[in-house]
Nanobody
Framework: QVQLEESGGGSVQAGGSLKLSCVAS????????WAWFRQAPGQEREWVAS?????????????AYADFVRGRFTVSRDRAKNTHYLQMDSLEPEDSGLYYC??????????????????????WGQGTQVTVSS
């Protein structure tokens, strides 16, 4: 059984930083897409960033970001700890929301990790709240 657990959310002022963590257990895919999504109250869940781990990447970068976070957010992983991270800098009030970690439920090629998977293609964590005040 795959389990994802996020942590690191909290309340910060605009311009501040937070680092979210996602600890995974039971994940066995060797070509996987690890993604971060967020959902603000009353809005649909939206893709934030992805990190591809696998052998079918065709040479492209293994990270991808939504335009609204590019240059401010960074995804990374600690393989030894089986943990993925989302470093969020220069936070804005519009970044507030519930942040979810997700991992593809089957092996994928790298290109699919660029926001090409549907919600049902992922395992999901429970989310961690991020609140940015102005």
């Amino acid at each position: 059984q795959v389990q994802l657990e996020e942590s690191g959310g909290g309340s910060v002022q605009a311009g501040g930083s937070l680092k979210l963590s996602c600890v995974a257990s039971g994940y066995r895919n060797i070509n996987g897409c690890w993604a971060w999504f967020r959902q603000a109250p009353g809005q649909e869940r939206e893709w934030v960033a992805s990190f591809y781990i696998g052998y079918m990447s065709s040479g492209d970068s293994n990270t991808a970001y939504a335009d609204f976070v590019r240059g401010r957010f960074t995804v990374s992983r600690d393989r030894a700890k089986n943990t993925h991270y989302l470093q969020m800098d220069s936070l804005e009030p519009e970044d507030s929301g519930l942040y979810y970690c997700a991992a593809s439920s089957f092996n994928v090629v790298g290109a699919m990790c660029r926001n090409k998977l549907s919600s049902s293609d992922y395992y999901w964590g429970q989310g961690t709240q991020v609140t940015v005040s102005s």
